[in-house]
């Protein structure tokens, strides 16, 4: 079973940088798709970026620029480091995971808060 445990958002000005981290328990780290999704209220959950065992990353075009995904094997851990912030980037964001053999994200963390403001 895996469980992810998200840590690093909080409150923030436009302009400001932070960090999200996610560790990763319970599997074989290198065989999972992490990605990190948000949801603002009232709107939809939607992909914030994903990155694959190898690196290779995707971002939302919302964030392509301003946000970079990363992952350490040696921690088990990926890293969104959230940059230029905007009063939209408020959210709940998720870490969540997948198999790579799995087309859907099957697990995901209890999400942590990230507010900014104008």
């Known amino acids: 079973q895996v469980e992810l445990a998200e840590s690093g958002g909080g409150l923030g000005q436009a302009g400001d940088s932070l960090r999200l981290s996610c560790v990763f328990y319970g599997q074989t780290f290198a065989l999972y798709v992490m990605a990190w999704f948000r949801q603002a209220p009232g709107k939809e959950r939607e992909l914030v970026a994903q990155?694959?065992?190898?690196?290779?990353?995707y971002e939302a075009d919302s964030v392509k620029g301003r946000f970079t995904l990363s992952r350490d094997h040696l921690k088990n851990t990926v890293y969104l480091q959230m940059n230029s912030l905007k009063p939209e980037d408020t959210a709940l964001y998720y870490c969540?995971?997948?198999?790579?053999?799995?087309?859907?994200?099957?697990?995901w963390g209890q999400g942590t808060q990230v507010t900014v403001s104008s």
């Open positions: 990155i694959t065992s190898g690196g290779s990353t």
């Open positions: 969540t995971a997948k198999h790579i053999s799995t087309p859907q994200y099957d697990y």
